[in-house]
Protein backbone atom coordinates (compact mmCIF):
# COMPACT_ATOMS: atom_id res chain seq x y z
CA UNK A 1 0.00 0.00 0.00
CA UNK A 2 1.39 3.40 -0.88
CA UNK A 3 0.21 6.22 0.50
CA UNK A 4 0.15 9.88 -0.38
CA UNK A 5 -1.57 12.63 1.60
CA UNK A 6 -2.34 16.09 0.71
CA UNK A 7 -4.54 19.18 1.36
CA UNK A 8 -2.82 20.98 3.89
CA UNK A 9 -1.89 24.64 3.69
CA UNK A 10 -2.12 27.94 5.93
CA UNK A 11 -5.31 28.65 7.33
CA UNK A 12 -6.45 31.51 10.27
CA UNK A 13 -7.94 29.77 13.36
CA UNK A 14 -11.12 28.76 13.50
CA UNK A 15 -10.84 28.16 9.66
CA UNK A 16 -11.66 24.38 8.36
CA UNK A 17 -9.62 22.26 6.10
CA UNK A 18 -10.07 18.69 4.73
CA UNK A 19 -6.64 16.48 3.95
CA UNK A 20 -6.77 13.91 2.09
CA UNK A 21 -4.77 10.29 1.83
CA UNK A 22 -5.08 8.54 -1.27
CA UNK A 23 -4.01 4.59 -2.19
CA UNK A 24 -2.23 3.62 -4.85
CA UNK A 25 -1.73 -0.05 -5.83
CA UNK A 26 -3.46 -2.46 -3.24
CA UNK A 27 -6.72 -1.67 -1.93
CA UNK A 28 -7.11 -0.64 1.89
CA UNK A 29 -10.77 -1.80 2.32
CA UNK A 30 -9.59 -4.63 4.81
CA UNK A 31 -6.85 -2.12 6.97
CA UNK A 32 -7.10 0.23 10.05
CA UNK A 33 -6.57 3.85 8.51
CA UNK A 34 -5.15 6.99 11.06
CA UNK A 35 -4.07 10.08 10.87
CA UNK A 36 -1.04 11.42 13.10
CA UNK A 37 0.23 14.95 13.48
CA UNK A 38 3.91 15.92 14.62
CA UNK A 39 4.10 19.10 15.50
CA UNK A 40 7.84 20.94 15.21
CA UNK A 41 10.54 19.77 17.43
CA UNK A 42 7.67 17.08 18.94
CA UNK A 43 6.75 13.24 18.63
CA UNK A 44 4.73 11.89 16.44
CA UNK A 45 1.21 11.76 18.16
CA UNK A 46 -2.05 9.94 17.12
CA UNK A 47 -5.64 11.86 15.68
CA UNK A 48 -7.67 9.80 14.53
CA UNK A 49 -8.28 6.09 13.36
CA UNK A 50 -10.76 4.38 11.34
CA UNK A 51 -11.30 0.49 11.63
CA UNK A 52 -12.38 -1.39 8.35
CA UNK A 53 -15.73 -0.68 9.39
CA UNK A 54 -16.72 2.89 8.91
CA UNK A 55 -18.75 3.12 12.31
CA UNK A 56 -15.34 2.76 14.18
CA UNK A 57 -13.56 5.88 14.63
CA UNK A 58 -11.27 6.45 17.26
CA UNK A 59 -10.15 10.06 18.18
CA UNK A 60 -7.73 11.57 20.03
CA UNK A 61 -9.01 14.06 23.13
CA UNK A 62 -7.66 17.20 21.68
CA UNK A 63 -9.90 16.86 18.09
CA UNK A 64 -12.79 14.86 19.41
CA UNK A 65 -15.70 17.07 18.80
CA UNK A 66 -13.39 19.24 15.32
CA UNK A 67 -12.28 16.35 13.60
CA UNK A 68 -13.78 13.95 11.30
CA UNK A 69 -12.26 10.42 10.30
CA UNK A 70 -13.54 9.19 7.01
CA UNK A 71 -12.84 6.58 4.21
CA UNK A 72 -13.83 5.73 0.53
CA UNK A 73 -13.33 2.64 -0.29
CA UNK A 74 -14.20 2.72 -3.77
CA UNK A 75 -12.02 6.07 -4.44
CA UNK A 76 -9.58 4.51 -1.92
CA UNK A 77 -9.19 7.50 -0.37
CA UNK A 78 -8.85 8.68 3.53
CA UNK A 79 -10.00 11.91 4.88
CA UNK A 80 -9.86 14.50 7.47
CA UNK A 81 -12.48 16.74 8.24
CA UNK A 82 -11.00 19.60 10.60
CA UNK A 83 -12.88 22.09 11.93
CA UNK A 84 -12.30 25.15 14.13
CA UNK A 85 -8.53 25.19 13.65
CA UNK A 86 -6.85 26.10 16.36
CA UNK A 87 -2.96 27.28 16.44
CA UNK A 88 -2.18 23.94 18.43
CA UNK A 89 -3.12 22.24 15.58
CA UNK A 90 -0.26 22.98 13.76
CA UNK A 91 1.77 20.03 12.63
CA UNK A 92 2.79 17.80 9.75
CA UNK A 93 0.35 15.38 8.98
CA UNK A 94 0.81 12.11 8.29
CA UNK A 95 -2.00 9.36 7.23
CA UNK A 96 -0.80 5.34 7.56
CA UNK A 97 -2.48 2.06 7.16
CA UNK A 98 -2.71 -1.38 9.13
CA UNK A 99 -3.92 -4.33 7.96
CA UNK A 100 -3.56 -5.96 11.37
CA UNK A 101 -3.62 -3.93 14.74
CA UNK A 102 -4.88 -4.46 17.85
CA UNK A 103 -7.48 -2.26 19.23
CA UNK A 104 -4.95 -1.04 22.06
CA UNK A 105 -2.22 0.03 19.36
CA UNK A 106 -4.35 2.10 17.76
CA UNK A 107 -2.86 5.19 18.71
CA UNK A 108 0.89 3.95 18.49
CA UNK A 109 3.01 4.65 15.10
CA UNK A 110 5.19 1.63 15.33
CA UNK A 111 1.86 -0.55 14.63
CA UNK A 112 1.31 1.16 11.33
CA UNK A 113 3.15 -0.34 8.51
CA UNK A 114 2.50 2.39 6.02
CA UNK A 115 2.97 5.62 6.08
CA UNK A 116 1.88 8.77 3.38
CA UNK A 117 4.62 11.21 3.37
CA UNK A 118 3.31 13.82 4.74
CA UNK A 119 1.20 17.33 4.47
CA UNK A 120 1.48 20.29 6.33
CA UNK A 121 -0.92 22.39 8.25
CA UNK A 122 -0.11 25.84 9.71
CA UNK A 123 -3.09 27.21 11.43
CA UNK A 124 -2.04 31.16 12.23
CA UNK A 125 -4.06 32.86 15.78
Known amino acids: VQLQASGGGLVQAGDSLRLSCASS????????LAWFRQPAGKEREFVAA????????FYADSVKGRFTISRDNAKSTLYLQMNSLQPEDTAVYYC???????????????????WGQGTLVTVSS
Open 96 to 114: SASRTIIHSNLGVPSAYAY
Open 25 to 32: GRTFSGYT
Open 50 to 57: LKPTNSNA
